[in-house]
T-cell receptor
Framework: DAGVIQSPRHEVTEMGQEVTLRCKPI?????LFWYRQTMMRGLELLIY????????DSGMPEDRFSAKMPNASFSTLKIQPSEPRDSAVYFC????????????FGPGTRLTVL | DQQVKQNSPSLSVQEGRISILNCDYT??????FLWYKKYPAEGPTFLIS?????DKNEDGRFTVFLNKSAKHLSLHIVPSQPGDSAVYFC????????????FGTGTRLTVIP
């Protein structure tokens, strides 16, 4: 299995621009999670999906952030407009079922907003 | 507000010695605890976990200890190897399993050959 795939691996953009991060979970995994990693706060859960439906988006910091999962093999996290404080590493993770499994993380997207 | 805290941002240990990484939590509803290991330019990978019904779980060189009354857990690595050099994240969840994880800020372990 290829594992969780994220693209791009690095993104540099200017303040005010729209940024779209992409994730392909492991095939057969029903849950998908988006995290943000910063030095100050570590890994923070932004949102997670079950069978393509958003279950908990309480971690999404602002309305500038949105996430979608149009099908079982693809999810996007969009920031519009982006701000310098959004600079972080964004991880996607997936699990097959709740209760017993550990989360499998992608390699992350390092976002820099100038 | 951080519900899971790793107060040591870094730790250096000689190869062959014991590494002890600490983690504290504030939410008494947390029921399941995990450690993840992260190498540069990679995502975190699961290392070891422990349920609140236990106080110790061992897997090879890695042992996790849980002290519920103190809301404290620790990861022991014995003996430490240079390949263990990574960032270690402590995580906790109020449910059984790996959903709804609350992570700490991580501790960077350096094992000196």
């Amino acid at each position: 299995d290829a594992g969780v795939i994220q693209s791009p691996r690095h993104e540099v953009t200017e303040m005010g621009q729209e940024v779209t991060l992409r994730c392909k979970p492991i095939s057969g995994h029903d849950y998908l999670f988006w995290y943000r990693q910063t030095m100050m706060r570590g890994l923070e859960l932004l949102i997670y999906f079950n069978n393509n439906v958003p279950i908990d988006d309480s971690g999404m910091p602002e309305d500038r952030f949105s996430a979608k999962m149009p099908n079982a093999s693809f999810s996007t996290l969009k920031i519009q407009p982006s701000e310098p404080r959004d600079s972080a590493v964004y991880f996607c993770a997936s699990i097959r079922t709740l209760g017993t499994d550990t989360q499998y993380f992608g390699p992350g997207t390092r976002l820099t907003v100038l | 507000d951080q519900q899971v805290k790793q107060n040591s941002p870094s730790l250096s240990v000689q190869e062959g010695r014991i590494s002890i990484l600490n983690c504290d939590y504030t939410n008494s509803m947390f029921d399941y605890f995990l450690w993840y290991k992260k190498y540069p330019a990679e995502g975190p990978t699961f290392l070891i976990s422990i349920s609140s019904i236990k106080d110790k779980n061992e897997d090879g060189r890695f042992t996790v200890f849980l002290n519920k009354s103190a809301k404290h857990l620790s990861l022991h690595i014995v003996p430490s190897q240079p390949g263990d050099s990574a960032v270690y994240f402590c995580a906790a969840t109020p449910s059984t399993g790996a959903n709804n994880l609350f992570f700490g800020t991580g501790t960077r372990l350096t094992v000196i050959p």
